[in-house]
């Protein structure tokens, strides 16, 4: 056979906010379609017309826009294989649903839910299935004639997948190897609803991987149970020399404990288990995303990118190129990822220390708006520079003003505590005396003030440490911050002066 073309898709439901574990799912499509030079489709599964939220699709688009994931082709980004909506393909559904009628590998079932009920009260653990099905009310029991009657009347019915019974079902899985199950514990799946004349996840999944020619098929562990079903559904339709091969992901684990990583762990914790910043159209009720909670999208990129996968050494920081580099399916692990929030805390930091100073200076901005800080009174230059003296401290960009206020507004008040140890009866004369000396400075450079105040101090027989911490005290209102003259050179020689003497009168 020859080599296809790789092609992967991400084909969310939109049931609501795209969660975390479904943004790995797709990044890691992303890395394997890059890495192989192949095609990333985004499909909408919606054939769940009483799960549909409004503003979802848009939700999820917006997520993997912001994220810097970028797909090839699919709903909102066109290409050759659409409708990419699986509610505007009723009607290929219903062909190949006709198929496997008239090949006898599914049949019409006119069970009512009453009717099904029954039987579930009547049998233990029932499962419509090859030792049940003919105790049922459908095409294989009843008469032809019977049959044609009730579908011309219109009586609605769903269409179920045969499967036949002890057959082991082998799935072979790129992270689990074979994964071999019975086809005796699978139930007749429905496959389609006359109801809403819409196929259900399975058929709809398995006639849009084939004929959208997908050949990977990477998803999250929830599905693995399906795949079986899937298998023989490929067999049924004579595809299995075109069947993708399967890739489970591992889950995502709480960051404590044991189980499935929950929205309730990120309330209780303090961490969205979200993209972006989600408003349920129904309750109201918002929901924290990454981007609002100030993370910025490479720095969730390349923590996500580890929850389940490594690059085979201890390697943490990788960009998206390089992940598209190193990403192997092969070293995805089988065991459940435990979801270390505080790492993503950690890698924000390192990705705001390795931004440029002027791009974490723009991020800035808004903060300082939000502050009454009037922006457009400082150069780009100024701001760059700020944020280069204090950017080290920080986990998130709006952290900076914690860190930054004093080279915008002068203090108002004075830390007690430092007040109290830094801050004697004969300070105020020797920051007279320092004042003189800063007058007397013309180039208020970092390095050349440094030598003047330090010569001085020196000269005097004064004690240095309480000095220079007198001196921070007046400027930036407690004895902590960058480099004493970093700063002075920002705010400049009036206003170092200017804080020196309200300090002086003001403690
Ligand atoms: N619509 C399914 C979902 O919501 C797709 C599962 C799959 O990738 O097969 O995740």
């Known amino acids: 056979m020859a080599e296809r073309k790789v092609r992967v898709r991400f084909a969310p439901s939109p049931t609501g906010p795209l969660h975390i574990g479904g943004v790995r799912t797709a990044l890691y499509n992303y890395l394997f379609a890059r890495q192989h030079k192949g095609d990333l489709v985004f499909r909408i599964e919606d054939t769940d017309s009483n799960r549909f939220v409004p503003g979802a699709e848009e939700y999820i688009i917006e997520s993997f826009r912001w994220l810097g994931i970028e797909f090839d082709e699919g709903v909102s980004f066109g290409g050759n294989y659409g409708p990419y909506r699986q509610s505007e393909?009723?009607?290929?559904?219903?062909?190949?649903?006709?198929?496997?009628?008239?090949?006898?590998?599914?049949?019409?079932?006119?069970?009512?839910?009453?009717?099904?009920?029954?039987?579930?009260?009547?049998?233990?653990?029932?499962?419509?299935?090859?030792?049940?099905?003919?105790?049922?009310?459908?095409?294989?029991?009843?008469?032809?004639?019977?049959?044609?009657?009730?579908?011309?009347?219109?009586?609605?019915?769903?269409?179920?997948?045969?499967?036949?019974?002890?057959?082991?079902?082998?799935?072979?899985?790129?992270?689990?190897?074979?994964?071999?199950?019975?086809?005796?514990?699978?139930?007749?799946?429905?496959?389609?609803?006359?109801?809403?004349?819409?196929?259900?996840?399975?058929?709809?999944?398995?006639?849009?991987?084939?004929l959208m020619e997908i050949t990977h098929v990477i998803r999250g562990e929830e599905w693995l149970p399906s795949a079986p079903l899937h298998v023989l559904l490929y067999r049924a339709f004579g595809w299995e020399d075109t069947m993708p091969q399967f890739a489970h992901l591992p889950l995502l684990l709480k960051p404590e404990g044991n189980g499935k990583l929950s929205k309730r762990d990120g309330d209780r914790l303090g961490f969205p288990v979200f993209p972006l910043e989600w408003h349920d159209p129904k309750t109201?009720?918002?929901?924290?995303?990454?981007?609002?909670?100030?993370?910025?999208?490479?720095?969730?990129?390349?923590?996500?990118?580890?929850?389940?996968?490594?690059?085979?050494?201890?390697?943490?920081?990788?960009?998206?190129?390089?992940?598209?580099?190193?990403?192997?399916?092969?070293?995805?692990?089988?065991?459940?990822?435990?979801?270390?929030?505080?790492?993503?805390?950690?890698?924000?930091?390192?990705?705001?220390?390795?931004k440029p100073d002027a791009e974490v200076a723009e991020l800035f901005k808004p903060v300082l708006l939000e502050h009454g800080i009037d922006v457009s009174a400082y150069s780009d230059e100024y701001l760059a520079r700020v944020v280069g003296l204090v950017k080290g401290r920080v986990n998130f960009v709006k952290e900076l003003w914690e860190q930054a206020r004093f080279f915008f507004v002068a203090p108002e008040t004075y830390a007690e505590k430092d007040v109290k140890k830094r801050w004697s009866e004969d300070t105020p004369r020797i920051m007279f005396e320092l004042m003189d000396v800063l007058r007397g400075i013309d180039d208020f450079s970092s390095k050349h003030s440094e030598e003047i105040v330090i010569g001085w101090i020196t000269e005097k027989g004064y004690h240095l440490g309480n000095v220079m911490n007198a001196f921070r005290l007046a400027v930036v209102g407690e004895c902590k911050g960058p480099h004493m003259f970093d700063i002075t050179e920002l705010i400049g020689k009036e206003e170092t002066l200017a804080r020196i003497d309200k300090a002086v009168r003001t403690i």
């Not at 044609?148 to 036949?164: I, T």
């Not at 819409?198 to 058929?203: A, D, G, I, R, S």
Request: proline fraction near 3%; include cysteine.
């Open 284 to 354: 109201g009720e918002i929901s924290s995303g990454y981007r609002e909670a100030g993370y910025l999208p490479e720095a969730v990129v390349n923590f996500l990118a580890l929850l389940g996968w490594n690059p085979g050494n201890d390697q943490e920081l990788m960009s998206m190129d390089e992940l598209v580099q190193l990403f192997n399916l092969n070293h995805c692990s089988k065991a459940g990822a435990k979801f270390d929030y505080k790492k993503g805390i950690w890698f924000n930091h390192e990705y705001i220390l390795k």
């Open 89 to 210: 393909r009723r009607d290929i559904y219903k062909r190949y649903v006709k198929e496997l009628l008239d090949s006898g590998k599914a049949y019409v079932a006119f069970d009512t839910p009453a009717e099904l009920e029954a039987k579930r009260k009547e049998i233990a653990n029932f499962q419509y299935d090859a030792s049940t099905r003919m105790g049922m009310r459908n095409s294989l029991v009843l008469p032809k004639e019977e049959v044609e009657r009730l579908l011309a009347e219109g009586v609605q019915y769903v269409v179920r997948f045969k499967v036949e019974s002890d057959e082991d079902v082998h799935v072979n899985d790129l992270i689990r190897g074979d994964v071999v199950i019975n086809s005796s514990i699978l139930d007749d799946k429905v496959l389609y609803k006359s109801a809403d004349e819409l196929p259900t996840y399975h058929l709809a999944n398995i006639v849009d991987d084939h």
